[in-house]
């Protein structure tokens, strides 16, 4: 079965810097997705950024985006000009590949706190 | 496009009620899945249909809880009876069956067991 792991509970950043989060997972398979989801205090899940494991390159979504090392197994978040907005539970989440059963495995979050 | 539609977004109830939850996903997409989110946890996958057809339950505890998606549409989701460590908040997701990788959560709902 595959685990993910965040190790930060929580980290806090001061407006318009930047901040990593991070995100390390355990899997036998060679090929599968991550994510990033943020959860507001709404509750709603939205995603943020994903990656296929077999780009290299790694994804980018305007001020979001990841260092993925594959063979390390670790996938972690830079999030540049931290805004108020970006104040959330991020959650990093594996999925393997679409055939058949691809829920998404979640790591405990980490709780980002953006500071004025 | 409409999102993922769940309810009620709370919930009170005492131990050893029963409870139900609704789901219903974006229009088109075929699969649909219910997690849930212990306070201070990630969300864990607890069943999953395509169609309406399961297509994994193995971290659904079947001796209480149940799901069925009818017509392959909404999905209802059944804790019978409750315990207090069932507490959390259910969440309700859909992804369409072709570009799937993308899951589209509801708004949740909330239950307290007392």
């Known amino acids: 079965a595959q685990t993910v792991t965040q190790s930060q509970p929580e980290m806090s950043v001061q407006e318009a810097e930047t901040v990593t989060l991070s995100c390390t997972y355990d899997t036998s398979e060679s090929d599968y997705y991550l994510f990033w989801y943020k959860q507001p205090p709404s509750r709603q899940m939205i995603l943020v950024i994903r990656q296929e494991a077999y780009k290299q390159q790694n994804a980018t979504e305007n001020r979001f985006s990841v260092n993925f090392q594959k063979a390390a197994k670790s996938f972690s978040l830079k999030i540049s000009d931290s805004q108020l907005g970006d104040a959330a539970m991020y959650f990093c989440a594996y999925r393997s590949p679409g055939r058949g059963a691809d829920g998404l495995t979640f790591g405990k979050g980490t709780h980002l706190i953006i500071q004025p | 496009e409409a999102g993922v539609a769940q309810s009620p977004r709370y919930k009170i109830i005492e131990k050893r009620q029963s409870v139900a939850f609704w789901c219903n996903p974006i229009?088109?997409?075929?699969?649909l899945y219910w997690y849930q989110q212990i306070l201070g946890q990630g969300p864990k996958l607890l069943i999953q249909?395509?169609?309406?057809?399961?297509?994994?339950d193995s971290q659904l505890p079947k001796d209480r809880f149940s799901a069925e998606r009818l017509k392959g549409v909404d999905s209802t989701l059944k804790i019978q009876p409750a315990k207090l460590e069932d507490s959390a908040v259910y969440l309700c997701a859909s992804s369409s069956s072709g570009n799937s990788y993308e899951q589209y959560f509801g708004p949740g709902t909330r239950l307290t067991v007392t």
């Open positions: 249909f395509q169609n309406n057809g399961v297509v994994d």
């Open positions: 229009s088109g997409h075929a699969t």
